[in-house]
């Protein structure tokens, strides 16, 4: 499918076209997301799979379960590179784990044994991401450090997550946001990792 098939569904304010699934169509979007060409990125990949996740009624519980599960297998490939284009994969893939946990957070349909794996994956990757580049010239945004405040404020939500759990995500923030970095937070991060950690107190 050309870019004129997802432009249609932009277009369309995010509807899913006539004769088509999400589940046929998410394989290439979830593709899209990994992308250093920010259209197919965040334009189709991002905002198709995200409005489809918030609106509900796309995908079936063990749909969401895979998806889930596909995001948090994408959050290794890389992991502890620096400044290689694998970064857009997990820090995309972040988002869009973010939105199945916001999914199960309006309607449940994930074990506590499920959610406690996530989040367990979700901090190892907060603490192993060496990426923390957000703008990138002619690439887009990578943005990690913003995109892990948006998974764990999703996170802290869960029904799932109790008081150790919230102590955990609080210590990992407080531990990404201590450690030296070559890259000054001014895109948003502190106010994105700063309302995960209001959620989680």
């Known amino acids: 499918m050309d870019t004129s098939f997802w432009q249609s569904i932009a277009d369309a304010d995010f509807a899913l076209p006539r004769d088509c699934s999400a589940a046929d169509l998410t394989p290439q979007l979830i593709s899209f997301l990994s992308s250093t060409d920010p259209l197919l990125r965040d334009d189709f990949g991002f905002s198709i799979l995200a409005n489809w996740l918030d609106r509900g009624g796309y995908y079936s519980p ?94 802290a939500r869960n029904r799932h997550v109790g008081e150790r759990h919230l102590e955990q995500i609080v210590e990992s923030i407080g531990g990404r946001m201590a450690e030296p970095v070559p890259y000054m937070y001014r895109a948003l991060e502190d106010e994105r990792v700063a309302f995960a950690m209001m959620v989680a107190l």
Not at 97 to 113: E, I, T, Y
Not at 119 to 141: C, N
Request: glycine share 8%.
């Open 62 to 155: 063990d749909q969401l379960r895979e998806l889930g599960a596909h995001m948090i297998r994408n959050l290794s490939i890389g992991l502890g590179e620096s400044e290689t284009d694998t970064v857009f994969g997990r820090t995309f893939s972040t988002l869009i784990l973010g939105k199945v946990v916001d999914a199960d957070n309006r309607q449940p349909f994930l074990s506590a044994d499920e959610v406690h794996a996530w989040l367990d994956q979700a901090l190892a990757y907060v603490r192993s991401e060496r990426d923390v580049r957000s703008f990138i010239p002619e690439k887009g945004w990578a943005h990690a450090v913003a995109h892990m405040g948006d998974l764990l404020m999703y996170l």
